[in-house]
């Protein structure tokens, strides 16, 4: 196979790799361009404004993952059903240009006839697959909307997404919180964190737990600078609590450092440990569905 | 006893309620004065002009319950330990003017090591008590920060405070969500939210249930107009969720016809029926609690 161009083009950014033909990164690019900040008919533009020149120079095959496949995107790649794997999304691509630029489809599944979705969480859980040389495993991408993700026999079999990064702000910023937490996050307290877990973990609603956030201040067992940690390990924790996870067990944990760092404080305490994957996962995870494309790319372009 | 002037001074409004020697209404005042509108060394300024005429010419006590009673407020009441009644309630009344007019005390109590507090609810549980004639009883008082209030031989045991109401305004004015709510909540729509308890009620964390109300307006399953239903169905669900209710049992609900309306339709899920009882719940609880002051009030004045 010839090089990769991969592509990550998410709500609030777009992200770009040039990929050798073992999946080696070559040349990385990050811009401001998330899906909200284009305007319908002006996909095409903004993509060849900022990789046109790579894709000329190499003769690039480029796959598309993310947000840019929703229906506010540049074309809509509609919800491939779970189970799926390398082959139910390879053959859900939608092609923007025939054998040159496609979109990878998000997923769908469904828990008790409510449905849920995902979209570029796919790719970065079929690039740690990949990475860990995994067929079985229970994935979390945490963030703003966390997912957690189960797989078997290297596909999808069902997900489930968590609010926790938006609850998280939403608390922060805007609820009577707000005005007793410092306005800087600061430096995450681990006491304060692993206490917001343990409360969490304990069970009671997240309704209850939160106003804790707030007595525990009023009666000064808790002072100001802790709180934002103590509110993320509430938050977490609660997100923890809802997951059926075996003592013992290994979770992958996709994301950033900051982030990857407190799920694996946090599963701790249910005695779970963790492997972690950065942002290389949607590099690894385009690269491998572009190569088990690689023999109708040939008949196609 | 003479009339009794019954105030309730809380964070948004103050109210007023002018009782004869039976606790019976006379007259009534609301005013957009709230604790929050009120500068330190304001409160008598304020009290003065919308109740002194009242005060004078009937030379009536004055009790006045509420976050007026708070450490923002016009003298700070200390929060009275639970278990708390009548009596500890009297005794730790905070006096401004001797004999004259005093302020409520707040109740705290503690869950795990968890401090939890009230200051106002106390008063709307005693006069509920005194409306229904009951000695032990579950309440609930819904609304921003609600409060589950279990009471035994007249006494305040525990209780326990759920953001219910402040994480409803969240979701709906400042999440993800709020791009697909119309502006206006409309009228209630049944089966929505019935729908949005019955799945809060199934037990998964509200994490995860809120991402319902997107879902199913993504898979057109959901009409617009009935998502501000459903998530309120969600919330007021997962804070019934979180009560250890039995079959059968009986709550007491204390609130607005709005939301008496729904706790009833959400608590019918459980199984488990009700008895409402409104606004005047606060008048006759500081009526109540002024009686059993009447003859130490003879002394100090």
Redesign the interface.
Known sequence: MNHVLAIDWGTSSLRGALLDDTGKVLEERSIARGVLTVSPGEFATVFEAHFDQWVRATGTFCLISGMAGSRQGWIEAPYCACPAGFDEIAHALAWITPGRIAIVPGLHCEH?G????MRGEETQVLGALQLLGLRDALLVLPGT??KWVRVRSRRIEHF?????G??YA??R????LARTLPTDDGELDLDAFNQGVA?AL?G?????T???AR??S??E?LPAPALPSYLSGL?IG??L??QPLQAGETVVVIGSNTLTERYELALAQRHVSVQCVGQEAAWCGLWAIAESLSPSLSEMS
């Open positions: 008790g409510i449905p849920d979705v909307h966390s489930a997404t968590l609010m926790t938006e609850f939403l608390l910023q805007h609820s009577i409360l304990r009671n609603s997240l309704l209850q939160t106003f804790s007595t525990l009023l009666f067992r938050v609660e997100e609590r809802a």
